[in-house]
């Protein structure tokens, strides 16, 4: 699920997941290919004096798309607010304390890898290659801005901690 998406003002729907904003991206996705079919049907049949109509349904295309692609905006920002989130704490970690036992990653780098491949999941089986790319590349730009920065902050003074 994806908190803090913005629709929380009913109960149930604050509970808007990846695979909730797919769908929908799907759904403007077909409104625009059956909107462009639409548009090059009625050009046809239209005398040039009612040409002028095309240019309404050109802006409610416009819109649609502009509102698919805030769709993929807004799982960029989701995952960087899980981003900002699990790395709060890094600093408190114990980064100078000697490694003994097993080696495991702390939780909220296994919170991270986890939140993203279910992203990955969905998107790779409900959206085009294209905006697939464009939100998998707006993460991982989040993810090196924002761990960069966290890491950058760390006072690590021995080999256990690098």
Request: proline share 2%; net charge negative.
């Amino acid at each position: 699920a994806l908190p803090a998406c913005g629709s929380c003002f009913l109960d149930h729907f604050c509970r808007i997941t990846a695979k909730h904003l797919a769908l929908a991206s799907q759904c403007l996705g077909a409104m625009i290919a059956h909107g462009e079919h639409l548009r090059d049907a009625l050009a046809s049949h239209m005398e040039d004096r009612e040409r002028i109509l095309l240019e309404e349904l050109d802006n409610v295309l416009k819109d649609i798309r502009q509102h698919r692609h805030e769709i993929f905006v807004k799982l960029i920002n989701i995952m960087r607010d899980r981003i900002d989130y699990h790395t709060r704490g890094v600093g408190l970690l114990p980064w100078n304390a000697p490694i003994g036992g097993t080696l495991a990653p702390h939780d909220y780098i296994v919170s991270l890898v986890k939140e993203t491949y279910v992203l990955h999941n969905t998107l790779s089986s409900m959206v085009e290659e294209e905006h697939y790319n464009f939100v998998v590349r707006g993460v991982f730009k989040a993810f090196n801005a924002q761990l960069t920065a966290a890491y950058s902050q760390l006072d690590i003074s021995n080999d256990a901690g690098k």
